[in-house]
């Protein structure tokens, strides 16, 4: 498989969102990519290759178009996944002369998968550096900490699954000997800088295991975030292999979306409609020119899709579930949970079509109300035609998850397709 070694890679480098949109930007500037700084006026070149950021782990890229363009064929997915956020003052002394950090969920993970395994710490912190307040990116790239659960012989009803408190079962144990600064030291030096100039933290658990490729014949992909990591992977890889089309390609990754996206970097927040507004004033076009293009725009929401479970069928519905490798799923929801409608729908089979990558499709069984995303949530902000669309896994948000093999290298071949093409809506149609 073509991708799998470079997924694999871009995974176990990306500990946290920050990382991950580090790892994004690193691989922008390596295909000559040059970031834009939202504080200072843009001057475009033509045929330019440009790319934002936005609260450390939101990034935005487009390449400038050589002539006039249509519209933006645009994707999104996400950097963050659901973990556990340590607090500022982080040890806890706990029984036992044990001391434990102090940490509180961030989005909807299943608590159980964190325990009993090697775990540490990743994320960004601030540093007072040369008169100045600097983000730094930390990695505590050893294993550091452990969630030990109650043994079976105190707890008898473990298997038939006990009710776990975030504020009780879930500290890790991080050292014996009581609170002594021993975390905030470790952090300060992990990074080589004193410990008074360590300011304040935005750090995060991970699961120290890395992303690997079991089945007997390699077919799975496992590890911690593929949820939606693996999509932010191929949307990157089609967006950069795209041959130049009549519209602007933009890629577009967005922080909390396991939080609800409503952050200055989240996908409920100006930071797309910013961009694409100070591109097409920078390309010396009119507001009747960007609405023009947002009408002839469109956005693949891109984030992972449960595949039917192998041990529980009877979650999926009897008709709608994409089955691991294969292949691209699209997602449906009456209630517009996800944005794929009959026109968006239309259109991508199209492109899968041409890509030749097979189409599986996804809705939640009926009677449940299944899980949402950021593509409605960014639509609200910027009213484009839009689809759902994932790769299949199991057992999403917990610490470790599955997914296939074959299904990241169709994801990069029909986003290159995609992003080769250029979308039009005209009164008797539209063209892709
Ligand atoms: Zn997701």
Request: proline letters at 4%; charged letters at 20%.
């Amino acid at each position: 498989m073509e991708h799998t070694g470079a997924l694999l890679q871009f995974l176990n480098a990306s500990p946290s969102c920050y990382h991950a949109a580090a790892n994004v930007a690193a691989r922008l500037q390596e295909e000559g990519y040059l970031r834009l700084m939202e504080q200072e006026p843009w001057h475009l070149a033509e045929g330019g290759k440009y790319f934002v950021m936005r609260g450390d782990a939101s990034i935005i890229a487009f390449r400038t178009p050589r002539k006039d363009f249509t519209g933006f064929m645009i994707a999104a997915a996400h950097s963050d996944s659901p973990t556990f956020k340590v607090r500022e003052a982080a040890e806890v002394s706990s029984a036992g002369g044990c001391t434990r950090l102090a940490v509180e969920p961030y989005g909807g993970m299943m608590m159980r998968s964190w325990m009993d395994r090697p775990l540490s710490v990743a994320g960004r912190v601030m540093v007072r550096s040369g008169g100045k307040i600097v983000t730094r990116l930390v990695n505590i790239d050893r294993d550091l900490l452990v969630i030990p659960s109650v043994a079976i012989h105190m707890d008898r009803e473990v298997n038939k699954g006990t009710a776990l408190k975030a504020n009780v079962d879930l500290l890790p144990l991080f050292s014996m000997g009581g609170e002594n600064g021993g975390f905030r030291r470790l952090v300060a030096e992990s990074i080589g800088v004193a410990e008074c100039d360590l300011l304040t933290t935005d750090l995060f658990l991970y699961p120290r295991a890395p992303a690997t490729v079991t089945g007997a014949n390699g077919e799975f992909v496992a590890g911690a975030r593929l949820d939606d990591l693996q999509c932010v992977f191929g949307c990157m890889e089609g967006f950069l292999a795209a041959k130049e089309s009549a519209s602007v390609p933009v890629l577009a990754v967005f922080h909390n979306e396991e939080v609800g996206s409503g952050t200055r970097q989240g996908a409920d927040s100006t930071f797309l409609t910013d961009v694409l507004q100070r591109l097409n004033t920078a390309c010396g076009r009119s507001g009747e020119d960007y609405l023009t293009a947002a009408a002839n725009s469109f956005q693949v929401s891109a984030d992972n899709a449960h595949a039917i479970h192998p041990a529980h069928p009877e979650y999926a519905d009897g008709k709608e579930f994409p089955v691991l490798n294969g292949g691209v799923v699209v997602k449906y929801n009456a209630a517009q949970h996800y944005t794929t409608d009959a026109v968006s729908d239309a259109v991508f089979r199209e492109v899968c079509a041409a890509a030749g990558v097979t189409v599986q499709r996804y809705s939640n069984r009926a009677d449940l109300p299944g899980g949402s995303t950021l593509g409605n949530i960014s639509t609200a902000h910027l009213s484009v035609h839009s689809v759902d669309i994932g790769l299949p896994q199991v057992a999403m948000h917990a610490a470790y998850e599955v997914a296939g093999t074959q299904d990241t290298e169709d994801l990069v071949r029909v986003m290159t397709a995609y992003y080769s093409r250029s979308f039009r809506m005209n009164a008797d149609g539209c063209s892709i």
